[in-house]
């Protein structure tokens, strides 16, 4: 009995004040609740996430594959599609206060005015000379002179027949400037047509110039500058300026409307992206290695300062419990096994007396007990 009281006392002093009596060093949970959390986290972030446990946890699973799973899943690109969507605004009402067509103004001068743009102009230009593209620009410019000159041939005629009675007087120019202009607008547009062929010799002489350009640039430093000088002035221009304003308002219009649809450019963009993101994590070893390798580190380095987050967390959540609560959750939880605890000190104590009065009966006799 004396051994079951003693278990019941010591149990019960974990929980709460036995009896209700203000005994010292009893209530010790609830108690030292605080230091209680601070040590529980101390040893979950100090044993429990340790780089060693880390790593044989991360050598037991595929980094790679778990990744390619989350990317294959349409579920995955939908949230990325919409985390874009609701960022969207935000950014663009940033830059709404017209820092972005100005800023785009002064970037593509900046990209577009370099010493380097020269020989990116030559590259172009030799790339569409190989492919004969030159050919193809050279008929859309005369396209639209033909369409040109059709649309304004009325305009054309008056000024050569005035042209012509300025020069001549007013009775030659009534006499054949329509004439002369007739003649002109029709050689001009004969030699346009004679230009059209594919196989004509101006066409072989805007080839044979084309090329003879490139040359210079890739070998003139004088016509690199002139070159760099002319985009420069072009960029640099108030209409361009202002058109890359409008750039900007269109654009935006654009990218809202955009990112509000689920069947959007933006949508499709990241499910293309993620789909050909896993299958090359399933495909390409390299990648795998390296993916493998740049989770592992990037968790390994903020380690540390997960575990002190740890740490400070479970302290703080430990210290935000309720003292009483905390006492008769943990009491619960362990209740049978306390209840053996009792059981058990109350056969110890029994077997201990029992045992004790035994050898003092056999040491003294009947009547020492």
């Excluded at 929980?15 to 108690?31: D, E, K, N, S, V």
């Excluded at 209680?36 to 986290?41: R, T, V």
């Excluded at 006499?175 to 607008?185: N, R």
């Excluded at 009065?357 to 009547?367: K, T």
Aim: avoid cysteine; aromatic fraction near 4%; charge should be neutral.
């Amino acid at each position: 009995v004396v051994g079951g009281l003693a278990d019941w006392f010591a149990v019960t002093a974990l929980f709460r004040r036995p009896l209700g009596l203000p005994i010292p060093h009893t209530a010790i949970l609830p108690a030292q609740k605080a230091r209680l959390g601070e040590a529980l986290g101390r040893f979950v972030a100090g044993h429990v996430f340790t780089e060693d446990d880390v790593n044989a946890a991360m050598d037991r699973i595929d980094l790679p594959e778990i990744l390619a799973g989350l990317m294959d899943d349409p579920a995955s690109a939908e949230t990325v599609s919409r985390s874009l969507a609701g960022a969207a605004p935000a950014v663009l009402e940033r830059l709404e206060d017209g820092r972005a067509g100005s800023g785009l103004a002064r970037i593509m001068p900046m990209l577009l005015g370099g010493e380097e743009v020269a020989p990116v102009v030559a590259r172009t230009l030799r790339a569409l000379v190989e492919g004969d593209r030159h050919q193809e620009v050279l008929s859309f410019l005369l396209a639209r002179m033909k369409d040109g000159l059709k649309a304004k041939e009325a305009s054309l005629r008056t000024m050569i027949e005035d042209r012509v009675r300025e020069q001549g007087g007013r009775i030659l120019g009534w006499a054949i400037g329509g004439s002369i202009a007739t003649k002109v607008l029709v050689a001009v547009n004969q030699e346009l047509d004679r230009i059209d062929p594919q196989n004509s010799e101006l066409r072989e002489g805007f080839t044979s110039w084309v090329r003879a350009e490139i040359d210079r640039i890739e070998t003139d430093p004088e016509r690199r500058r002139d070159i760099t000088g002319a985009i420069m002035g072009v960029m640099t221009h108030d209409s361009i300026r202002n058109w890359s304003g409008d750039v900007w308002r269109r654009m935006r219009l654009m990218i809202e409307a955009d990112m509000g649809r689920p069947d959007g450019w933006a949508a499709s963009i990241v499910r293309d992206t993620l789909l050909r993101l896993a299958e090359q994590m399933r495909t390409d070893p390299a990648l795998r290695e390296r993916v493998a390798t740049g989770v592992r580190r990037m968790i390994l380095r903020g380690l540390p300062f997960v575990r002190e987050r740890l740490s400070r967390f479970i302290a703080a959540v430990v210290a935000g419990w309720d003292a009483d609560m905390l006492a008769e959750r943990l009491e619960l939880r362990v209740g049978k096994d306390l209840q053996f605890v009792r059981l058990n000190g109350t056969l110890v104590g029994f077997l201990a007396g029992a045992g004790l009065a035994l050898v003092l009966r056999l040491a003294f006799g009947p009547g020492a007990g």
